[in-house]
């Protein structure tokens, strides 16, 4: 896993008011390894019990598809020895994998002041814009999930936003009533990689 962040926050003066401000950015990655081992391939088991004579009265798996990848014949009915290359076949030594690896970036800026009074008090603002996208790939070996390096399983969501928000009181100090507004804008897309 590898996070990176960097960030800023500041003030300054505008026409003698003061202004604040904040932003940073950050960067993720993230990397899966699943690696299982000892484990009965349910596809390929079903395929090695399903046995048919075959020439010569040999016992061949049924499908021609599995017994061109290397089926071989299970018998699972009465106290027989299992043949070590059915059990080979139905449990590969090199079980199923996967590997995935998801990124995030996110920049996001933030400003806030006060540019002017009312007659109970200042006019407060805040407005900022946040744009965050995140991606992932996947691939796997033939036994997890079909995912392979020709045909990996991938997305990205992109998310930008922008929002601001406006304060005012509208009483006397003695019963100040403070008016908050917000204008949320976002934009959701998401498209594969």
């Given at each position: 896993m590898l996070r990176l962040v960097a960030?800023?926050?500041?003030?300054?003066?505008?026409?003698?008011?003061?202004?604040?401000?904040?932003?940073?950015?950050a960067h993720g990655t993230n990397r899966t390894s699943i690696d299982v081992d000892d484990i009965s391939l349910t596809p390929r088991y079903n395929a090695a019990i399903d046995a048919i004579t075959g020439p010569n009265g040999t016992v061949?798996?049924?499908?021609?598809?599995?017994?061109?990848?290397?089926?071989?014949?299970?018998?699972?009915?009465?106290?027989?020895?299992?043949?070590?290359?059915?059990?080979?076949?139905?449990?590969?030594?090199?079980?199923?994998?996967?590997?995935?690896?998801?990124?995030e970036h996110v920049v996001s800026f933030n400003l806030s002041g006060e540019p002017f009074s009312l007659w109970a008090g200042p006019v407060a603002i805040a407005t900022g814009a946040e744009y965050r996208n995140e991606s992932y790939v996947t691939t796997a070996d033939p036994y997890g999930n079909g995912v392979t390096a020709d045909s990996p399983n991938s997305g990205a969501n992109a998310a930008p936003r922008t929002w601001t928000d406006l304060t005012a009181s509208i009483g006397s100090s003695i019963a100040s009533s403070p008016v908050t507004g917000s204008v949320p804008s976002a934009l959701l897309k998401s498209s594969p990689l």
């Amino acid at each position: 896993m590898l996070r990176l962040v960097a960030g800023t926050d500041g003030a300054f003066d505008v026409f003698g008011t003061k202004w604040s401000y904040n932003g940073y950015y950050a960067h993720g990655t993230n990397r899966t390894s699943i690696d299982v081992d000892d484990i009965s391939l349910t596809p390929r088991y079903n395929a090695a019990i399903d046995a048919i004579t075959g020439p010569n009265g040999t016992v061949v798996c049924r499908s021609a598809a599995a017994r061109a990848s290397g089926c071989v014949p299970l018998n699972v009915i009465g106290q027989v020895t299992v043949d070590p290359a059915a059990l080979a076949y139905v449990e590969p030594g090199n079980g199923p994998r996967q590997r995935s690896r998801q990124v995030e970036h996110v920049v996001s800026f933030n400003l806030s002041g006060e540019p002017f009074s009312l007659w109970a008090g200042p006019v407060a603002i805040a407005t900022g814009a946040e744009y965050r996208n995140e991606s992932y790939v996947t691939t796997a070996d033939p036994y997890g999930n079909g995912v392979t390096a020709d045909s990996p399983n991938s997305g990205a969501n992109a998310a930008p936003r922008t929002w601001t928000d406006l304060t005012a009181s509208i009483g006397s100090s003695i019963a100040s009533s403070p008016v908050t507004g917000s204008v949320p804008s976002a934009l959701l897309k998401s498209s594969p990689l």
